[in-house]
């Protein structure tokens, strides 16, 4: 039996779900996570949806309702929800970055990983994964079709935005002839890209600008211009009054420099991790570099948590970049 049947089994078999995705939660998360519950309840299941952190502010237009997705704090019980369910979480990534969504799903009747990336499989869990689909979303549409939901716009429209975002716009190597052929089907069910465009890319607060600015002040290359980097630090965000997931994507900045084959964007979290996004060009695999600490994702977009002071987490992981693409340092 294919993973894929497994998964529509388990789909059609149980009645109760709790539906989630990573923490800083992005497009092809999201929108993964909306259609398929939403695909579930239409087959009458009864489906929550519950994630580590909220839904950013550049998505909620995909939202039925303020609270139709919630975090574990806005539920007085999460546990009576994840009890007796099947958990299914889309776009995970890695365990970790299920954040306190992980504990509640360990007491669910099960866990059913719905994913593109490339990721470490645990026991205790049921994978759907697929490293040649475009997004998760293609996954999901996949799903959606084999358990004969028919599609709407509202399901077609969080598909067209999983597939859009997690593509680049149509421009990532994950992109194929099927991949617009699955977006045609899509807009033909009403979806409007360019609302989609507007809403995901377009609509930036002015705080988010200024931010945008001070975090690009920080870029910097190593010496033979093949390695580019920025930061932002806890006083960053207090000076700005933002959150960290205002500074989300600003990593593809460090990609755009002229020669650069890797860039890096590390962030400052609470109690002394950093975060690290990754983008690479050209033949340069930046998920199998982090893979050594941890990270994961796409070949030419990964991410790794590493639980050290920023200061430490720049010197290692730029150190180890400049020395995989220049040489080692030290030797010129």
């Known amino acids: 039996m294919s993973p894929l049947d497994v998964a529509l089994g388990k789909l059609r078999n149980h009645e109760k779900f709790v539906v989630s995705t990573h923490m800083s939660s992005d497009g092809d998360g999201v929108g993964s996570q909306l259609a398929l519950g939403r695909g579930l309840a239409r087959l009458g299941k009864t489906v929550a949806l519950v994630n580590p952190t909220p839904v950013p502010a550049n998505l909620r237009f995909l939202l039925k309702s303020p609270h139709e997705i919630r975090t574990p704090r806005d539920i007085e019980a999460p546990e009576s929800l994840f009890r007796g369910a099947l958990t299914v979480v889309v776009d995970m990534g890695a365990f970790e970055r299920l954040g306190a969504v992980l504990p509640l799903a360990r007491q669910s009747e099960g866990i059913l990983v719905v994913d593109h990336h490339r990721l470490e499989m645990q026991r205790g869990a049921d994978y759907l994964l697929d490293e040649s689909a475009c997004a998760t979303g293609e996954v999901v549409y996949r799903l959606l079709r084999g358990l004969g939901v028919s599609l709407d716009r509202e399901l077609a429209e969080p598909l067209y935005t999983a597939i859009h975002t997690d593509t680049g716009g149509f421009r990532y190597p994950s992109t194929t002839p099927g991949t617009h052929l699955l977006a045609a089907e899509l807009l033909g069910l009403g979806v409007d890209p360019q609302e989609v465009y507007t809403e995901v890319f377009e609509r930036q607060s002015a705080r988010r600008l200024r931010l945008t600015g001070a975090i690009l002040t920080t870029l910097q290359r190593s010496p033979g211009g093949r390695v580019a980097w920025m930061e932002i630090r806890q ?37 002394g991790a950093t975060k690290v996004s990754c983008r690479s060009r050209g033949d340069f695999a930046i998920d199998k570099f982090v893979a050594p600490w941890g990270g994961g994702g796409h070949a030419k977009a990964a991410g790794v948590r590493l639980d050290m002071p920023i200061d430490d987490a720049l010197q290692l992981v730029i150190h180890a970049a400049t020395e995989a693409l220049e040489g080692d340092p030290e030797s010129r």
């Open 235 to 271: 006083d960053l965000l207090r000076r700005f009054g933002a959150k960290m997931e205002d500074a989300d994507d600003l990593v593809n900045y460090t990609v755009q420099v002229d020669g650069v084959v890797a860039g890096f964007f590390f962030k400052e979290l609470e109690h």
